[in-house]
């Protein structure tokens, strides 16, 4: 146990921190251009805030904060999905926590559940199991997001109701793909990035050979991150090292869980149960090309997109016409760029989905700068 604190302590080490800042500093002065950052995932963008790494860093490294937070993508339609479903009679819906806080077109989960819905939320998904063989009356739909790091779960909790014939357990499928999303990114002629700090988790179960094509297609350098202050801040070293030679490769900073291939079995696992859409609208983003995950046709039978179809809605709906999160999404804009910025949109009364979410960066931003310290960066 001690050793185990002791590593957690060096992750943190100010010692380590500032030396890295000064070697950073000085290949960061070779470079002539801005090296523009952006960490994929929510995770790195609260270690940088939380921990005021920005400060420690040359004006020439900026961070633009991507797309990596399953509950900031989701776009209102889906929600509207959840909504719908949790409206039928006999019906529980269960999701992951945060899901319940984003809002609808015609509010949150959180809104329908005061109403009288049974929405219920959950940590671990396999608690799903235990709700729907208690509830054996009732349908049981499990609202399953996030990207390649939770799909894996979800693949194992399909498997279990299959194995133990829980017939009353549904699936609405919000799995959504990492490389696509990057992808877009780059592919808009606005685009800023020249270097990303790639998501960890994805990278345990996908490995991080997933990018070698944004650094092969774009010429910019790919570091897959640890979510440590001297993880990232090692990153930062790593990505302006390459900027300094005038190269772009795929590194991989956090070889303690990322293997280059990723875990095989949990990939099978996701192959089974799951093929990939031909689009997915992402919140702030739009419609991106095989970006996201759906059952396979031998499951249609769970699948609750397919048994609720004639009560979802399919209209497309846009965020609040004053929430910027779509250019923050997109690495065109930061938080306090945001007219309603801690006004009218907090973490009590989120307008957009980047300050509802715990990984959200308008939510990272409040939480550790506050409104009147962001407003004067």
């Known amino acids: 146990m001690l050793e185990l604190k002791q590593l957690y302590e060096d992750f943190r080490d100010p010692k380590i921190i500032a030396k890295l ?72 819906l269960v999701t992951l926590g945060d899901m319940i806080r984003v809002p609808g077109s015609k509010g949150s989960l959180a809104q329908f559940r005061a109403k009288g819905c049974d929405i219920r939320p959950i940590y671990d998904p396999l608690d799903t199991l235990k709700i729907a063989q208690e509830n054996p009356t009732k349908t049981v739909v499990f609202f399953a997001i996030g990207f390649e790091t939770s799909t894996p779960m979800t693949a194992i909790l399909l498997k279990q109701a299959e194995a133990l014939k829980i017939d009353n357990l549904l699936f609405h499928i919000n799995h959504v793909l990492v490389p696509p999303a990057v992808d877009a990114v780059m592919a808009d002629p606005a685009v800023k990035v020249n270097a990303f700090i790639g998501p960890s988790h994805v990278s345990v179960i996908q490995g991080s050979e997933i990018y070698r094509p944004i650094v092969d297609d774009y010429h910019t350098p790919v570091v897959v991150s640890g979510f440590e ?29 990322v293997s280059p291939q990723g875990n095989l079995a949990a990939q099978q696992a996701v192959n089974d149960c799951f093929m990939v859409r031909p689009s997915f609208r992402w919140r702030g983003l739009g419609p991106i090309e095989n970006s996201a995950l759906k059952l396979r046709p031998e499951f249609s039978h769970r699948d609750a997109e397919v048994v609720f179809a004639d009560i979802l809605p399919t209209a497309e709906i846009d965020d609040h016409k004053a929430c910027q999160c779509g250019d923050i999404l997109r690495g065109l804009a930061k938080p306090q760029d945001c007219k309603v910025f801690g006004r009218g949109c907090t973490p009590q009364t989120p307008l957009g989905s980047c300050m509802v979410s715990s990984e959200g960066a308008c939510n990272a931003y409040y939480r550790y700068q506050g409104v009147v310290n962001v407003r004067n960066v």
């Open 229 to 257: 202050p001297v993880d990232v801040m090692e990153s930062i070293l790593r990505i302006t090292k390459q900027k300094a030679q005038g190269i772009a490769e795929l590194d991989n900073q956090y070889s303690r869980a």
């Open 21 to 92: 800042a000064e070697e950073i500093k000085a290949h960061a002065a070779l470079v002539d251009d801005k090296i523009n950052i952006m960490e994929v995932c929510g995770g790195h963008t609260h270690t940088i805030m939380k921990f005021g790494l920005k400060q420690l860093l040359p004006d020439n490294i900026e961070f633009i904060h991507g797309p990596g937070c399953p509950v900031c993508i989701m776009p209102k339609e889906r929600i509207d999905h959840a909504a719908a479903l949790a409206s039928q009679d006999n019906v529980i």
